[in-house]
């Protein structure tokens, strides 16, 4: 194929274009043709471009990689603007239960991403850490950054360690690598699980229908073990449970619970259906258990050893103010 370039890319980044499809590319698929006549950018890049809705064709916008070329049609093509390599500091605001020039422990908020990525390019931790311990930032990997050695899902709240050295980075993402430290969560369920107590040992791997989510697969997992005991039950509507991993799989918790048949109240993800267990409490109490708007889900203990002296910590923070509320509106009603 030689596409004729209407408007020829610029020559650094080549990645924007316009181009009137001739009788020859007619048949061809857009992701293919685009790529070919930009040249510099690969066929996943482009196709990645196109689903996010920077592709137009005739002025009207398609998103569909395989669509098929048209003779005479014009494409055009323009990227996002590029963003700055590194993340910008960003003064918000962090409640920090422990510092050192070291590592930083702090407990998360709710709703707060860890890490830069496409949809969340800023407003991060990551953004909060560069202002709040910028200048105390030793270098990690060539760059001033934080060390994240472990993350905690955007909508779930509790403590986190970051480090602020190059050694204390490894030494701690050694720590977690090995599971040579204690966590524990606090987690509001669905139902109540028989037994009250145990342990779900069973491989986490992408969802073979739905790549956003995870699932416990037959084959093609990654080995994931959780323990659970019943901290607290409200008959067999809902129970506290507070869970320890053995292994760190994304979604972890949520999945396994899912999976044992108690899902996470407002999980968004793994809470596929009304509960059974909902029917079970009173009507006020069932709507706003449906109604809460992320997983029920805090990181309450984090212990483990300190990179630099070998002292043992441990840090706790309390449940958030809104799976307070729940619980409380559980204790009201007696269940």
């Given at each position: 194929?030689?596409?004729?370039?209407?408007t020829?890319?610029?020559?650094?980044?080549?990645?924007?274009?316009?181009?009137?499809?001739?009788?020859?590319?007619?048949?061809?698929?857009?992701?293919?043709?685009?790529?070919?006549?930009?040249?510099?950018?690969?066929?996943?890049?482009?196709?990645?471009?196109?689903?996010?809705?920077?592709?137009?064709?005739?002025?009207?916008?398609?998103?569909?990689?395989?669509?098929?070329?048209?003779?005479g049609?014009?494409?055009?093509?323009?990227?996002?603007?590029?963003?700055?390599?590194?993340?910008?500091?960003?003064?918000?605001?962090?409640?920090?239960?422990?510092?050192?020039?070291?590592?930083?422990?702090?407990?998360?908020?709710?709703?707060?991403?860890?890490?830069?990525?496409?949809?969340?390019?800023?407003?991060?931790?990551?953004?909060?850490?560069?202002?709040?311990?910028?200048?105390?930032?030793?270098?990690?990997?060539?760059?001033?950054?934080?060390?994240?050695?472990h993350?905690?899902?955007k909508?779930?709240?509790?403590?986190?360690?970051?480090?602020?050295?190059?050694?204390?980075?490894?030494?701690?993402?050694?720590?977690?690598?090995?599971?040579?430290?204690?966590?524990?969560?606090?987690?509001?369920?669905?139902?109540?699980?028989?037994?009250?107590?145990?342990?779900?040992?069973?491989?986490?791997?992408?969802?073979?229908?739905?790549?956003?989510?995870?699932?416990?697969?037959?084959?093609?997992?990654?080995?994931?073990?959780?323990h659970?005991?019943?901290?607290?039950?409200?008959?067999?509507?809902?129970?506290l449970?507070?869970?320890?991993?053995?292994?760190?799989?994304?979604?972890?918790?949520?999945?396994?619970?899912?999976?044992?048949?108690?899902?996470?109240?407002?999980?968004?993800?793994?809470?596929r259906?009304?509960?059974?267990?909902?029917?079970?409490?009173?009507?006020?109490?069932?709507?706003?258990?449906?109604?809460?708007?992320?997983?029920?889900l805090?990181?309450?203990?984090?212990?483990?050893?300190?990179?630099?002296?070998?002292?043992?910590?441990?840090?706790?923070?309390?449940?958030?103010?809104?799976?307070?509320?729940?619980?409380?509106?559980?204790?009201?009603?007696?269940?």
């Amino acid at each position: 194929m030689s596409p004729r370039t209407d408007t020829p890319p610029p020559p650094e980044a080549a990645t924007s274009l316009e181009i009137t499809a001739s009788s020859g590319d007619a048949g061809n698929r857009l992701d293919r043709f685009l790529a070919a006549a930009i040249g510099t950018l690969s066929r996943s890049r482009v196709k990645a471009l196109i689903e996010a809705g920077h592709v137009s064709r005739d002025g009207a916008a398609t998103t569909d990689p395989s669509e098929t070329i048209r003779a005479g049609a014009l494409y055009r093509m323009v990227p996002p603007a590029a963003v700055a390599a590194t993340p910008e500091a960003q003064a918000i605001p962090l409640e920090i239960l422990f510092e050192d020039r070291h590592l930083i422990v702090l407990n998360k908020p709710a709703g707060l991403v860890v890490h830069p990525a496409p949809g969340n390019p800023d407003g991060t931790l990551v953004n909060a850490l560069l202002a709040h311990a910028g200048e105390e930032l030793t270098g990690i990997g060539g760059e001033k950054r934080p060390g994240i050695v472990h993350r905690l899902d955007k909508e779930t709240s509790g403590v986190m360690v970051v480090a602020k050295s190059e050694p204390a980075h490894v030494a701690l993402s050694s720590a977690f690598a090995s599971r040579d430290l204690e966590r524990s969560y606090l987690a509001l369920a669905w139902g109540m699980p028989s037994p009250s107590s145990g342990a779900v040992d069973a491989p986490v791997g992408r969802h073979p229908m739905d790549r956003k989510r995870m699932a416990v697969v037959v084959k093609g997992g990654k080995h994931a073990l959780t323990h659970y005991a019943t901290e607290r039950a409200w008959g067999t509507a809902c129970a506290l449970l507070r869970c320890r991993l053995s292994t760190g799989r994304t979604h972890q918790i949520r999945v396994h619970m899912a999976h044992l048949g108690h899902p996470l109240v407002g999980d968004p993800v793994y809470l596929r259906r009304l509960p059974a267990a909902a029917r079970g409490l009173p009507a006020e109490q069932r709507e706003v258990l449906l109604a809460f708007p992320r997983q029920a889900l805090h990181a309450e203990t984090l212990g483990f050893r300190h990179p630099e002296t070998g002292e043992m910590l441990r840090f706790s923070a309390p449940v958030p103010a809104d799976m307070s509320a729940l619980l409380a509106l559980l204790d009201r009603n007696g269940q």
